[in-house]
């Protein structure tokens, strides 16, 4: 079945420390995104690409750093200058920009 | 630039009554426009989607919606709701080669 995955499911981070979310689409849909949900803040753009090789920042991009080196796959860095980790990540791809968005079932990061 | 506002963050509505969820839009060009459901601890999941053509789109699940571009709104509908509907729905606002920006949210309460 196509689909988006993202992996782990759940994530641990210590203070001071990168980690990487994964996310992975066999969809053959040329735009991704990352977006990160707290509570009563709704779903937040952090990064977005259109195109192999390309990416935007979207409006909470401090702290984090994507690539795109495959069509497929889209990782997020949650870098040590992000302040406040702990939050749901979600990502997302479409076919192209700006249409139906495909979600993957989200990776909860938790700073301990 | 777009952006989206739901109007409620909360709705309550008791078993089988109707239910309307707003949802108010702004952008410079023509929009895609997105009603989304999401479950505890998942990702999102579309309802129904607004590209062109008939301004009353139907969804999954027996919700509607109804583009109105002279108000700038897209109200998500639903004439009986059941238990299952408890959920926290998002309006999503899109645009060809365009980013996809989310509402913060509406929380829907059933109630028996």
């Known amino acids: 079945d196509g689909g988006i995955t993202q992996s782990p499911k759940y994530l641990f981070r210590k203070e001071g420390q990168n980690v990487t979310l994964s996310c992975e689409q066999n969809?053959?849909?040329?735009?991704m995104y990352w977006y990160r949900q707290d509570p009563g803040q709704g779903l937040r753009l952090i990064y977005y690409?259109?195109?192999?090789?390309?990416?935007q920042k979207g409006d909470i991009a401090e702290g984090y750093s994507v690539s795109r080196e495959k069509k497929e796959s889209f990782p997020l860095t949650v870098t040590s200058a992000q302040k406040n980790p702990t939050a749901f990540y979600l990502c997302?791809?479409?076919?192209?920009?700006?249409?139906?968005?495909?979600f993957g079932q989200g990776t909860r990061l938790t700073v301990v | 630039a777009q952006s989206v506002t739901q109007l409620d963050s909360q709705v309550p509505v008791f078993e089988e009554a109707p239910v309307e969820l707003r949802c108010n839009y702004s952008?410079?060009?023509?929009?895609?426009l997105f009603w989304y459901v999401q479950y505890p601890n998942q990702g999102l999941q579309l309802l129904l989607k607004?590209?062109?053509?008939?301004?009353l789109v139907k969804g999954i699940n027996g919700f509607e919606a109804e583009f109105n571009k002279s108000q700038t709104s897209f109200h998500l509908r639903k004439p009986s709701v059941h238990i299952s509907d408890t959920a926290e729905y998002f309006c999503?606002?899109?645009?060809?080669?365009?980013?996809?920006?989310f509402g913060k949210g509406t929380r829907l309460h059933i109630l028996p």
């Open positions: 999503a606002v899109g645009g060809r080669d365009d980013k996809i920006i």
């Open positions: 690409s259109q195109i192999v090789n390309d990416f």
């Open positions: 607004y590209l062109s053509g008939s301004t």
């Open positions: 952008s410079s060009v023509s929009v895609y």
């Open positions: 997302a791809s479409t076919l192209f920009a700006g249409t139906e968005a495909f």
């Open positions: 969809l053959n849909h040329d735009a």
